[in-house]
């Protein structure tokens, strides 16, 4: 029994000193270098990176789903498949109230719903406005509202062929746009007669395309163009004189290709009657003067101010319908007839811009159909603004002239890049631009 006791004695004191022995050296409970080493490298790998969509949402960490504004379709019908009730879509438009018009949201545009997987609840929504715009809808606490726009790319295009049938077509043809085609248009307002655009006739256009995420979205200013229209050729090099941010086009001479007037204030589908002395009227059944040019279009066609004035009139009446005559200068005047309505604040003493849209086409008044009837007054009498001789805005200033230079043999060489800078009509004279470093240099960066 003693001998018992002595053993087990024995045994718990040579655990007890082994226990003393390993307190002693604290190291040994560490784990091995390896362990450190490796739990180490766990520890300091980076956490993958959450990834934003176009939005700037993190698309990986919701439901996303995409469709477009139905016909006729409210805010409140929009949201009710993800459980929101009028008391939450009050909150929505009560936030968005300062940043957007809810009442705005278009059916055909998208609209992007973000849903947290875990509580299945709607987080966010984006609506996109435009192309470039669009509206994003916080809901994940108290609702926010804010409008961002995506990062426009410009990208210089160059577009060239010969004309088989219409601009429209021949310019579509060649990968240009119907925008681009309006644009050409208004350059050339004043020089083409594009209705008498014939087989032959060719043209070249620079300009810029805008891009969004690598998707072409729209056009940008045309740089150049050049058209040859029955043997004539047509230069139109853009210009800001003085860097003022509003420049214009003009030929190869400086001077401006857009005149004082427009050629027609409006884009319509025919004209039904030109100014005369005497034309049979379809209403009042007898033949009397017509003193005006009707332009045939259908109702809502925006009509413009074809120059800058002062309103002196604007009031409907039986026979002109909604009417506008604008007093451009002490010299002409212009008219405006028969509109289904005028475009908001234009009213007597308002001042318009030259291509402002001051009201629409209609059928008001003693009128058969849709059209406008434009009228042109010199000096108080009316006249054919097809018969009269149009005055040009200014020239390029003396003072710019050299930078003018500059940027037109500029534009000669982006219109015809494998003729570089040779021929009459890339001629520079060596001493204006030793002259003037500055046109040289302009010279240069344009290109």
Known sequence: MHALISVRALSF??????????SCFP??????????????????LPAEPI?????????????????RVRNGETLSAMLAPFGLGSQRVHEIVQASQDVFNVRRINSGRPVHFYVNPETEELSFFVYESSNREYVVFDLSDEVSVHVSSREITRKTRHISGEI???????????????ALVSALAQVYAWQVDFYRIQRGDSFTVVYEQLYIDDEPVGIGRIKTAHMNHR??????????????????YFDLEGNSLQKAFLRAP????RISSRFTNRRYHPILQRNMPHHGTDYAAPVGTPIRAVGDGVITHAAFDRNNGNYIRIRHNSVY????????????GMRRGTTVR???????????GLATGPHLCFRFWQNGQPVDPYRVEMPPSEPVEPRYRFQFTAAKHAALVQLFPEKHLHGPQLHLAAADLLQHPAALQSLVLVQ
Request: avoid cysteine; glycine fraction near 12%; charge should be negative.
């Open 51 to 67: 990834r934003m969509d176009s939005f700037g949402l993190p698309e990986e960490l919701f439901e996303v789903t995409e469709r």
């Open 231 to 248: 043997g004539t050729d047509y230069y139109a090099v853009f210009f800001d004189q003085g860097d003022t941010g509003h420049g214009t």
């Open 27 to 44: 190291e040994a409970k560490q784990p091995l270098p390896e362990e450190i080493q490796v739990t180490t490298e766990l520890a300091s």
């Open 354 to 364: 030259q291509g402002q849209v001051i009201g629409y086409v209609g059928a008001t």
């Open 333 to 344: 005047e212009t008219g405006y007839l028969h509109m289904s309505r005028m475009a908001a």
């Open 266 to 269: 409006l884009d319509y589908t």
């Open 164 to 178: 088989n049938g219409s601009l429209y077509v021949s310019l579509t043809e060649q990968g240009g746009s119907p």
């Open 13 to 22: 004191t040579f655990i007890l000193s082994s226990v003393m022995l390993l």
